[in-house]
Structure formats: C-alpha cells, structure tokens
C-alpha cells in the first residue's frame, strides 16, 4: 500500500536559517506531488504543486522554493527564514490514475 | 477562479444531535468536490468525494455529502455526532481537466461537540 512521509514533525529555527523539509511516498510512481502551508483561520494555501522530477510549479511567489530530486521525493527549502514563515507545512500526493490527495502528517514551524 | 467557501468557522453540537456542514464553490468546468477532516495536529484525512452520478455520496464515518449543482453546494452531513467527530472540516473543489489536478480548500469549520 502507499504511504507518505514528512519529518520533520515539529521544527524551531532562528530567522535567517535555512530551511529543508523532505516528503517522501512509497508503493507508487510518478505521483504528482503538492506541498501546502495551512494557517490558522485560512485553510490550506498551495504553495508548490509537481506532476514530475524537476519539474515545479510554484502558486504564489514567497521565501520558499522547492525541488523534486527524485520521483517520490518532494523538498521544500528557503536560504533564509522568516517570522512569516512560520505554520504548518502539508504535503500530498496523488496518484496517477485517481483525482485524490492524500496527506502526510505534516511539520509545525515555527521561526523565532 | 475557483473558491470554496464555508461560511461557518465554529459549529457546537450536541452528541447525538444531527450535523451540517456548509459548502459553497465557484467552479467553471465540471468541479470534482471533496469533504476531508483534520484533527489538531495531523495531517487531513478523506472523508468522500463526488465525482460524478449520485449526487447523494456516502463516506467514512458515517458522513455523507450531497452535490446540489443549481446552488453550488456541497454540504456534509451526519445523523447523530459523536465526541469523536470533532475536528476541523475542509471543503475543497478541483477540475476535471485541471494542469496538476490542484484542488482549492475552503477555510474551514472546527466543530465542537457537547456532552
């Protein structure tokens, strides 16, 4: 069966630091893959959707950018944090064949 | 372009009492539409979805949703609520034809439920 990880599940980081959180899906291929940050109050925004290896689309221009190395593999980075930065970061997967996102458990950051 | 909106933000009920959850999209094309529910600090989960057919679809938990096109709604209901269902409802919509099958959530309805 399928699944998707994320790690880390909670992260504190200094403003100006670097940022990478990794999300991982195993038991399928060429998945497109989505990383989203939810904020208290607003639902879910999309940040970075891709239907491919390198290939990234990015929804709304911000501090963050995000990289698909491998098939199964989705990292979203930034050089340096801001407060702004901080909420919590979903990623989702959906397979090929079905119009269904499946989520991971998500990372709580939170910049200080 | 596309939205959801879900114009309740809280919603108490009792347990045992019946629950509905508004939905409203703007959709151009023909819209798939999903329930899904999040307990506080997880991910979300899946609760149905409507892609096409019946427009009364059941899903996990005892949920169910129907799709009414004239109104642009899709509302989410269930019989009697358990202290268990509470948790945070999202509404999310996404087309058929859509680059990269991106879905649009709402803001989403925390439901409490009273003992």
């Known amino acids: 069966s399928q699944t998707i990880h994320q790690w880390p599940a909670t992260l504190v980081q200094p403003v100006g630091s670097p940022l990478s959180l990794e999300c991982t899906v195993e038991?399928?291929?060429?998945?497109?893959l989505y990383w989203y940050r939810q904020a208290a109050g607003r639902g879910l925004q999309l940040l970075f959707y891709s239907v491919g290896i390198g290939q990234i689309s990015s929804e709304v221009p911000q501090n963050l950018s995000a990289s698909r190395p491998q098939d199964r593999q989705f990292i979203l980075s930034s050089k340096k944090l801001l407060l702004s930065d901080s909420g919590f970061y979903l990623c989702?997967?959906?397979?090929?064949?079905?119009?269904?996102?499946?989520f991971g458990a998500g990372t709580r950051l939170s910049v200080l | 372009a596309q939205s959801v909106t879900q114009p309740d933000i809280h919603i108490t009920v009792s347990e045992g009492a019946s629950l509905e959850l508004r939905c409203n999209y703007s959709y151009g094309a023909t819209p798939y539409l999903f329930w899904y529910v999040q307990s506080p600090g997880q991910g979300l989960q899946l609760l149905l979805k409507?892609?096409?057919?019946?427009?009364l679809v059941q899903g996990i938990k005892g949920f169910e949703a129907e799709f009414k096109r004239s109104q642009s709604s899709f509302n989410l209901r269930k019989p009697s609520v358990h202290w268990s269902d509470a948790a945070e409802y999202f509404c999310a919509v996404g087309g058929v034809m859509e680059y990269g099958n991106k879905l649009v959530f709402g803001a989403g309805t925390i439901l409490r439920v009273k003992s």
């Open positions: 038991g399928t291929s060429n998945p497109n």
């Open positions: 989702a997967w959906r397979p090929g064949t079905k119009n269904i996102q499946y």
């Open positions: 409507y892609f096409s057919g019946d427009t």
